[in-house]
Structure formats: C-alpha cells, structure tokens
C-alpha cells in the first residue's frame, strides 16, 4: 500500500499551489483522507480532511476559505487546492488516509492517530 503526493514546488504569497495524492495498493474510496503539514522545528499538524462519501470536509482554522479538499474515487486519488498562500505555510505536506471507518472519526479527524497509512510528503515553499 503506499501514498504519493506530489505538486508541491517554491511559490509566490497569495499564489496557488494543487497537490495531489495518489494511491495504490488498495482502493481508498471508502476510507477518510487527509493532508497534514510539518515545519521545521513543529510537530506534524492537521490541515484538511475528507470523509469516506466525500460528503464531509474538515479544515484547520487557518486554512479555512483558502484550502480546499477533494477526492476522486475513480482515479484513487485526494486533491488539495491551495489559495491565497501564506509564507507560514511553507511545510512539507503529507497525505494520510485511514484503514476502515473508525467510529470516533467525526470528532478525531485531526489526530494523527486517526490514520494508519502516510505518504512521503511533498515540499511547499512560500516566499514573501
């Protein structure tokens, strides 16, 4: 089973960056996804969320209205448009997605715990 993200790259504040996230190994398509990102010196945080339908989408606060998450299941694949870059969002972003439907998944889809496969993480610079 492994993730790949790729998409990353060095960009200008307030330009766009889309990431993806491709999957092999197993279908994907009935288990949440997520991004999470990690600075230097930072612990690893939660940036966005999908639910296994697609219907939910879950957001850290300070990506609210400039990231957004999707999926496609027919390509096995989770998207992340990033907008309105931020020089604070320079991290390397990973993509993350679960084993099964956990229960406890509506209230903890921001631990890192939630989820049991990651992919290698994708480099995002963002220069001021």
């Known amino acids: 089973v492994q993730l790949q993200a790729f998409g990353g790259g060095l960009v200008q504040a307030g330009g766009s960056l889309r990431l993806s996230c491709a999957a092999s190994g197993r279908t994907f398509t009935s288990v949440p996804m997520g991004w999470f990102r990690q600075a230097p010196g930072k612990e690893r945080e939660f940036v966005a969320a999908?639910?296994?339908?697609?219907?939910?989408?879950y957001y850290a606060d300070f990506v609210k209205g400039r990231f957004t998450i999707s999926r496609d299941g027919a390509k096995n694949t989770v998207y992340l448009q990033m907008n309105s870059l931020k020089p604070e969002d320079t991290a390397i972003y990973y993509c993350?997605?679960?084993?099964?439907?956990?229960?406890?998944?509506?209230?903890?889809?921001?631990?890192?715990?939630?989820?049991?496969?990651w992919g290698q993480g994708t480099q995002v610079t963002v220069s001021s």
């Open positions: 993350t997605a679960t084993r099964g439907r956990p229960a406890s998944y509506s209230r903890r889809y921001y631990s890192p715990a939630q989820y049991d496969y």
């Open positions: 999908v639910s296994w339908s697609g219907g939910s989408t």
